[in-house]
């Protein structure tokens, strides 16, 4: 991954094959942003025009290059759009920051080193670019033949290093920034190797123990229950779900712990390494990405490491239901009953409604542990994409309040999220006629109806929230702003930030 430095160099004299300034868009054209004075005397203070003139505008996400002024070491400039100019004593928001940071660190894949100088007012600045530098510069080339020659040929090797100027490397707060920006990326980039790896390499099995790899590696325990151990327990969701596979279902639990800790997060997280449809099998050109269908467990992973590696002072234990869904001959069948982890029978009316069956299993036993609240994550339902679009993930929860939290939460992060209801009107549509419930429900509503599934699987009186990433968890289009395509790790910066809320204690 690249690496990022803080750096209190002057632009001019700095050794880089780049530096990158801020543009924004003002009333009467391109604003240059504060951090790239040096770069505007050295054009005389006609750099705006300049950018003009090239057709800048200020536009978030835009990319303009122009040679680097005379006496600058490094040869060219990168100006980045950093969207609306804001108001006079407002400084930049820190999604606007981490955007054009990211696009940035796109544009600049193949270089070897750049410079940032864009607008630091505060460490919280220095942290969102951060961020924005080490999510940009992210590539999936596992699979390329001889990555690192090709990459040299084509000049697509990431950016492979930053210094971020303007910020202060000997502050607490900027350096406190960095590390955590440092760890966040570092693991919501995992998550993204995890998703982007095609599914017959990611089996249930080889996901555990990657699982298992970094947890010992952080100080995290793991527990693991493969097959057997799930048939011993009970798990008949897990089990009925990944029955049609030769790669057999986990449940892993990762638990991290600190002494210090007077609160207990549970995050689950939906882990089905690739979703056929199952004997409901789905039709050609629903199932090419589906293998992104273990985007909750990724990011539940990736949360929990994350808050190991910053240390924080709350207990966070981790569950992902893993399973392939697969049609075989010992495949559940639509019309086949399942006796779940918890005891409640399920009639298995459509085997592509397989998320809820391993979500159900893995929240009743994060329940048994009683924690002071549960969030799961998952790429539930095709309706849920349909209500909020492919950037947008649906909040659902038991408690408004809660609800509210993850919201702001979300925000604070810059993930694009929504609430969404769980009307008591759609629960009867799950009324099976041999069973306490079907995992289908009316079409209409399809997310909210998953929502409703699952809260049968919360235990009594524990406050629990549902995100359905399936929008946002994997980036069909091109990339935009930090978002590469394919696996983009959606969820895991909520997550982080409800624990570190929580630690602080200022979340329930
Ligand atoms: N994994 C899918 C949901 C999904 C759709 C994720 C698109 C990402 C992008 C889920 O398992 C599924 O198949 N859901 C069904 C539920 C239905 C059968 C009740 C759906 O949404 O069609
Ligand atoms: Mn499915
Ligand atoms: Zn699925």
């Not at 930049?92 to 940032?116: H, N, P, Q, V």
């Not at 049609?244 to 210090?260: D, E, F, M, N, Q």
């Not at 409901?280 to 990011?299: F, I, R, W, Y």
Request: glycine share 12%; net charge negative.
């Amino acid at each position: 991954m690249t690496a990022l430095t803080l750096s209190t160099a002057a632009a001019p004299g700095l050794r880089a094959d780049a530096i990158v300034i801020g543009v924004a868009k003002g009333a009467k054209g391109p604003v240059v942003a504060s951090g790239a004075e040096a770069v505007d005397q050295a054009y005389d203070g006609r750099l705006a025009g300049v950018l003009e003139t090239l057709g800048a505008s200020g536009a978030e996400g835009e990319v303009t290059k122009l040679p680097a002024p005379a006496g600058f070491k490094a040869p060219l400039v990168v100006a980045v759009g950093l969207g609306a100019e804001p108001d006079k004593d407002a400084g930049y928001d820190g999604e606007a920051l981490r955007k054009a940071a990211g696009a940035a660190a796109r544009a600049l894949a193949g270089s070897k080193k750049a410079a940032f100088a864009l607008p630091v007012a505060d460490a919280a600045d220095a942290g969102a670019i951060a961020e924005g530098v080490l999510l940009g510069a992210y590539s999936f080339d596992a699979y390329k033949e001889a990555p690192k020659d090709a990459e040299a040929k084509n000049g697509k090797a990431p950016l492979g290093e930053a210094a971020l100027l303007g910020g202060k490397p000997r502050d607490a707060a900027f350096k406190a920034a960095v590390a955590r920006a440092t760890a966040v990326a570092e693991e919501l980039n995992r998550a993204r190797d995890l998703i982007n790896t095609p599914p017959n390499d990611l089996t249930p099995e080889a996901f555990a123990a990657v699982a298992q790899a970094a947890a010992k590696e952080h100080g995290i325990k793991v527990q693991i229950l493969d097959d057997k151990a799930l048939t011993k327990g009970g798990y008949g969701g897990i089990l009925g779900v990944g029955g049609g596979s030769a790669a057999t279902p986990r449940l892993v639990k990762l638990s991290y712990t600190h002494a210090k800790a007077e609160k207990h997060l549970a995050f689950v997280g939906k882990g089905i390494t690739y979703d056929s449809g199952g004997i409901s099998l789905k039709p050609a050109g629903h199932n090419e990405t589906m293998k992104c269908d273990m985007s909750g467990a990724a990011a539940v992973f990736a949360a929990v490491v994350t808050a190991a590696r910053l240390q924080l002072e709350v207990n966070v234990t981790g569950w992902l239901a893993l399973a392939e869904n697969m049609p075989s001959g010992s495949a559940v069948r639509p019309g086949d009953v399942l006796r779940m982890y918890s005891g409640k029978t399920v009639e298995v009316l459509n085997t592509d409604a397989e998320g809820r069956l391993v979500l159900a299993d893995a929240l009743w036993a994060a329940s048994e542990e009683k924690p002071d609240a549960i969030v799961d994550v998952a790429t539930l339902t095709g309706a849920m994409v349909l209500a909020l679009g492919s950037r947008t993930f649906g909040i659902m929860a038991n408690d408004d309040a809660f609800r509210t939290a993850v919201l702001e939460a979300a925000e604070e992060v810059g993930e694009p999220a929504w609430p969404m209801p769980l009307p008591e009107h759609l629960r009867k549509g799950m009324d099976s006629q041999v069973a306490d419930i079907s995992n289908m429900g009316e079409r209409m509503g399809g997310g909210l109806v998953a929502g409703l599934f699952l809260r049968e699987f919360v235990g009594e009186g524990i406050t629990w929230a549902h995100l359905d990433i399936a929008g946002p968890a994997f980036n069909e289009g091109g990339p935009f702003g930090y978002t590469p395509k394919g696996g983009t790790g959606s969820g895991v910066r909520t997550l982080v930030r409800l624990a570190e809320l929580t630690a602080a204690g200022d979340l329930g």
